[in-house]
């Protein structure tokens, strides 16, 4: 399958920056992973529950109103993805399903 590519922009209104960080708000890491999870569940048809985080990193956070990129490539059981801002890794991974279920 060819790459695909999505985008997402939190709106500073968002209620996870209440507490995510007072003076500095950053968009969580578990939101980010639940995005990537929702998009590849959604790619391949299966429900995100399905899917796990088989490993991921961390390089940059993600401010509100600061528009990110995935990109992923679907692979039989995995597929690597990459999170980016400007074109500047925010974070990359692979996640992994059981392709005989």
């Not at 692979?75 to 279920?101: K, L, M, Y």
């Amino acid at each position: 399958m060819a790459e695909v590519s999505r985008f997402l922009e939190v709106p500073a209104e968002h209620p996870i920056f209440a507490g995510h960080f007072p003076g500095r708000p950053i968009v969580p890491g578990v939101m980010l992973l639940e995005w990537v999870l929702n998009e590849v569940g959604a790619t391949l048809g299966q429900a995100p529950s399905r899917l796990r985080i088989r490993e991921s990193k961390f390089f940059a956070a993600l401010a509100p109103g600061e528009r990110a990129q995935l990109s992923f490539d679907i692979g039989e059981a995995r597929c690597a993805f990459q999170i980016q801002r400007e074109g500047n890794p925010v974070a990359r991974g692979v996640v992994e399903w059981d392709a005989h279920a």
